[in-house]
């Protein structure tokens, strides 16, 4: 099959775009940006403004959407996720949790948690959001990082085919965003003179049918030309990105590795002592049998010649012994020292090596199977091919959060469904305006000719104004408005109550209650009810794709982070300052005496593990609820008050701990010190006792008067010590007294 061209890779990159943006997704994308627009409260088209406006009604809009929407955001992404790496073997595990940190280094240089609001925030109001694991080339000197990003959801078009809610069976993923020329300069400058050849601008794709005039807002398709320093105008062109998966033939390869040079002359050696004990316990074997044979020769049971025969022969057998001997130290050391190591490999590296002469006899096994690798290729305009590479990962590194899954790529927002109830509200509170400002300025009923018109309309709703009409004609007359439907009323008392349910979000998550929980655990309750259909998502839908893109991170890093590297991590604490710092190594090498790197210390490349999402650990999380637990659990005796210190948010809480560390030590050394004194009064009386039964009474006084002597001695040490001791002590429990007293008088002015 012919190769395919540059030209030919542009032109299948834009074609599978065209398909991608079927029908159903530009109806998906009508939809989805009337709920974005919703949220930013472009609630009125222009033709319901301009009808407003002729009936000269009111065109304000009271929008519950917002609020609902920003609500449902935080209790989502409250807290970072945190990602659970599990080793798949015990040597494994602390490479495992180094990849916990690094994972924590990358998203908080990426500023992952602001990347983790905007994709949440993308599915609340759009339907959908998207997370990115990329690598920047340019990061740290040119070594580069593995980063988080954000994509703007209508710049993703998704294979229509595709019903894995994470969209792992798609045939390919494309991402065409409308970027100037200059910026796909600045970010291609190695391809600046293709880019040159790019002809014309692209329009503007955009199915939202919004007038640049007519909304406040201003989004990205209102934005259809750039400028930069060294042109007046920049033209905006289509830029492509196609991910797709293919079948990579891999070996699982399983390789003898021999010892080295030093190693050999180490066996060499081993083998040479041990041959000398095996010479001399073969060499007494040989005279053994040559007595014997010589024994023999002078008894007469053996002639010369057959003596001959076999002292040669045993001169061989002794030979031959010895060689078998060191031919066996040496296989034997040789195999202890030599070592199967595994590696993975492409076909084309298998080759290469199964070919090479000195390495061939040393593979044991080679197992073929396959493997998805993620293709990209970027392409510029119509027929413009930059680059293709071959990514380090089996997955999309592209990883979707929907809102509400349709077994499609076309999902649907939380929004939509609140956009009737909107406009419901927004209905009623203009009528209810409307009619107010009829009331308050009434309209007049006249012949024509009986008043000036002018001055009527200018002080007719003055307060105290006097008004005049003609003689001959009747006097005008007020038209009062009809009185408002009390539905009205109830509509907009009801709406905001609908909206909230239609939601999942009631009006105590917001924090805005008419009447008070009876108690601190009712609130608490309320608290867990509201949020059930948030967790509900969060469990199948948010944590899923986190720990999707977990994965992904993975395999982006272990390809990425292949050489020595030192990653510094900053933990912050609650309450306490300064934060907690360390240094991070991985593929730290290992050197001989020589110099030489001959192995690596903890080979992140190579490590095998898991990743799991902790689960809630983006909710927010209840500090009075947790605390309050602690509480129950210390008083119940499951934990200790030092435990139970370390959850909460004092500031001086370390310093607490300590203090309470050196009490319990104190109290201790004090029991130990009770104990080694019922020992010498125990010591006392054995000794009394003996020297009675032995009948020397005398020197019975004279060692009781010396023990005494030497225990009144260490009694005035103890005591001493005891002193100091208790002084330490006392001074430890009253410091202790005093945080625990203003924790808990902080606690009670915090619940009041």
């Known amino acids: 099959m012919a190769r395919m061209t540059n030209k030919k890779r542009a032109q299948t990159n834009k074609l599978l775009w065209e398909k991608a943006n079927s029908s159903h997704r530009q109806r998906w994308q009508v939809l989805s940006q009337k709920g974005y627009d919703f949220y930013l409260n472009e609630q009125l088209t222009k033709e319901e403004t301009d009808s407003l406006n002729e009936a000269g009604m009111p065109t304000f809009t009271i ?3 917002t609020p609902i929407v920003e609500i449902m955001k935080y209790f989502v992404t409250a807290n970072n996720p945190r990602w659970k790496a599990v080793g798949a073997t015990g040597d494994d595990v602390d490479v495992a949790q180094v990849h916990s940190d690094i994972a924590d280094y990358c998203w908080y240089h990426s500023n992952g948690k602001s990347i983790y609001s905007q994709v949440v925030l993308d599915s609340l109001t759009k339907g959908i959001g998207y997370f990115m694991v990329d690598i920047d080339s340019d990061a740290d000197r040119g070594m580069g990082e593995v980063v988080f990003k954000k994509i703007d959801p209508y710049d993703v078009y998704v294979d229509p085919a595709s019903r894995d809610f994470l969209f792992r069976d798609a045939n390919f993923i494309s991402i065409r965003k409308n970027v100037t020329k200059s910026q796909l300069k600045n970010l291609f400058p190695e391809f600046v003179s293709k880019i040159n050849k790019v002809s ?7 199915y939202s049918q919004r007038p640049s005039t007519d909304y406040q807002s201003i989004q990205p398709e209102d934005i259809t030309m750039g400028v930069n320093i060294e042109a007046e105008d920049d033209n905006i062109v289509p830029y492509y990105e196609t991910y797709s998966k293919k079948k990579h033939a891999y070996r699982n390869v399983f390789i003898k590795i021999l010892p080295s040079p030093v190693q050999m002359q180490a066996i060499k050696d081993e083998v040479s002592q041990k041959m ?23 008894s007469g049971e053996v002639i010369e010649e057959r003596a001959k025969l076999q002292m040669d022969r045993a001169n061989k057998m002794s030979q031959q012994a010895l060689q078998e001997k060191e031919l066996q130290l040496m296989s034997e ?26 390495m061939k006899d040393q593979i044991i096994e080679a197992i073929k199977f396959y493997e998805n690798r993620v293709h990209l290729t970027c392409t510029v305009g119509d027929d413009i091919f930059l680059y293709e590479r071959v990514l380090p990962v089996s997955e999309y590194p592209i990883v979707p959060v929907a809102y509400m899954y349709t077994g499609t790529p076309y999902p649907m927002s939380a929004v939509t469904p609140l956009i009737g109830k909107q406009q419901e509200i927004n209905k009623a509170h203009q009528i209810m305006l409307h009619n107010a400002n009829l009331a308050s300025n009434l309209r007049w009923m006249y012949e024509e000719g009986s008043v000036p018109e002018e001055e009527w309309e200018k002080y007719s709703s003055s307060p105290g104004a006097l008004l005049k009409y003609r003689q001959g004609f009747a006097p005008p007359t007020p038209i009062q408005p009809a009185p408002i439907n009390n539905a009205f009323y109830t509509i907009t008392q009801e709406g905001k109550g609908d909206a909230e349910y239609i939601a999942g979000v009631p009006s105590a998550m917001m924090g805005f209650t008419q009447q008070q929980s009876e108690t601190y655990r009712g609130l608490l309750a309320n608290d867990e009810f509201g949020t059930r259909r948030l967790k509900a998502w969060m469990g199948s839908v948010v944590e899923p794709a986190l720990e999707h893109l977990g994965r992904c991170f993975q395999m982006m890093a272990q390809s990425h982070y292949s050489v020595e590297k030192v990653f510094r991590i900053v933990q912050p604490e609650a309450g306490q300052r300064p934060d907690e710092e360390k240094d991070v190594r991985i593929n730290i090498p290992i050197y001989n005496d020589y110099g030489k790197a001959i192995s690596i210390f903890k080979d992140y490349s190579s490590a095998r593990f898991d990743i799991r999402i902790i689960a809630g650990t983006t909710m927010p999380i209840n500090r009075w609820a947790l605390l309050e637990e602690y509480f129950r659990w210390f008083q119940s005796g499951l934990i200790d008050d030092i435990a139970m210190i370390g959850e909460t948010d004092i500031r001086n809480k370390k310093q607490i701990i300590e203090r309470k560390s050196m009490y319990s030590q104190l109290q201790g050394q004090m029991a130990s010190m009770e104990e080694a004194m019922k020992d010498k009064d125990g010591t006392i009386e054995t000794l009394q006792r003996q020297l009675v039964q032995a009948g020397i009474k005398m020197k019975v006084g004279e060692a009781s008067g010396e023990v005494r002597k030497n225990v009144l001695q260490t009694e005035a040490q103890q005591k001493l010590l005891r002193g100091l001791l208790k002084g330490e002590f006392d001074n430890a429990k009253k410091d202790l007294q005093r945080e625990m007293n203003t924790i808990a008088d902080n606690n009670k002015k915090d619940k009041t």
């Open 333 to 358: 050391a040789q195999d202890s020292a030599t070592v199967i190591d595994q590696k993975v490999m492409t076909e084309e590296s298998y080759k290469i090596l199964s070919q090479n002469e000195d």
């Open 200 to 206: 014309g601008g692209s329009d503007s794709m955009s």
């Open 63 to 65: 929008n519950r959407i």
């Open 276 to 298: 000398e004990e095996a010479t001399q316990e073969i060499e007494v074997q040989l005279k053994e049998k040559m007595l014997s044979i010589q024994q023999s020769l002078e």
